[in-house]
């Protein structure tokens, strides 16, 4: 879902093509790691002390997530 109206959408589109390349680079990783944060806080919202474990399990598969967590993984 969009509810960026299209004339904003371009104008952000140019000042982001404006800006050198270490800066796109920069707010394209915050952007990223800001996403990462708030998926990380809804597992841990809705499962608590394992939300850590979901969450890896999740976007990595269980046995990687079982390899991060060592003995700390709980089945």
Known sequence: ?????PKIAALQLELLRSLAPEERFERAMR???GI???SREQF?????ELGLQ???????GMA???GA???QYRE
């Open 54 to 60: 979901r969450w890896l399990e999740a976007h990595y």
């Open 31 to 33: 952007f990223s790691s």
């Open 69 to 71: 967590l060592g003995d």
């Open 64 to 66: 990687l997530a079982r």
């Open 44 to 48: 841990a919202q809705a499962h608590g």
């Open 1 to 5: 879902m969009n509810d960026t109206h």
């Open 36 to 38: 990462l944060k708030l």
